[in-house]
């Protein structure tokens, strides 16, 4: 990896390591051991890199993953899977298939959830594709300033924006509906949910903290001491505090 290191991303069972570099190099190497099994340095620059939660177990022993890449006008679905033959990992890519007329987006993050990959874009929509059939299904816009940050639960996502706002979304039954917003300091550039599901941290580009309840998305500053833009939180698996 040379120059910098763009985005890190661990399986979810922390098995794997995926890495974008700043010149476009895209590396997954194996925990276990160190060893790089897949290397390739892409076209076009690599703007998403998130691992699905779900693991197929047919194999426990070399169990398969989904891992999601996208760039400016094509969003992939991978499989990373044992090949037998060969005996190691091998990623195989999967292009999801869009709207005759394209689909030229900026994504600035992706979520798996069940069978529907969450994406948003630069131009403040999420627009959501089938991870079975690999096809685009609908573009929802959110927002005019970008839509930044994410989380899900349930029947409820939330999604921050380059204006400083988090909203709630209910869409239950395929019916999207913005049940609350909140107005933060500045760009939110990271969301992350509570393992209980009462409250969420929000990360902002000004270097703000805050703590926003997940019910009506009232919220209260909780640290304001980061120098910089705060882009990554996370939850202990098994721990809210």
């Known amino acids: 990896m040379q120059v910098c290191v763009k985005k890190l991303a661990f399986s979810p069972d922390d098995r794997f390591l995926a890495a974008l570099g700043e010149n476009n190099t895209f590396i997954i190497w194996d ?30 022993k070399h169990p398969s993953y989904t891992l999601v890449t996208a760039n400016q006008t094509n969003v992939f679905i991978n499989k990373l899977e044992f090949e037998i033959s060969s005996m190691q990992y091998i990623l195989k890519q ?16 992706a979520s798996i959830q069940g069978d529907m990959l969450f994406t948003g874009t630069s131009g403040g929509e999420v627009c959501l594709f089938s991870v079975s059939s690999q096809i685009y299904r609908a573009t929802m816009p959110i927002s005019s300033n970008g839509l930044l940050s994410f989380a899900a639960m349930g029947d409820y996502i939330y999604v921050g924006s380059g204006d400083g706002k988090v909203k709630k979304l209910c ?9 609350h917003e909140a107005q933060l300091d500045s760009k939110v550039m990271s969301l992350a949910a509570s393992q209980d599901g ?35 939180l996370h939850f202990s698996p098994k721990r809210s505090d």
Not at 172 to 179: D, I, L, S, V
Not at 209 to 227: G, I, K, N, P
């Open 31 to 60: 925990t276990k051991d160190g060893s790089a099994i897949h290397t390739r340095v892409t076209e076009f620059p690599i703007t998403v890199l998130t691992w699905g939660d779900h693991i197929d177990t047919t194999n426990p």
């Open 94 to 109: 999967g292009l999801c298939q869009l709207p005759n007329t394209g689909l030229i987006r900026n994504y600035n993050f």
């Open 198 to 232: 009462k409250e969420l941290i929000a990360g902002t580009i000004g270097g703000k903290l805050y703590r926003v309840l997940t019910d009506d998305l009232s919220f209260m500053l909780h640290t304001d001491a980061h120098t910089g833009s705060i882009n990554d």
């Open 171 to 179: 869409i239950a039954e395929g019916r999207w509906n913005m049940t």
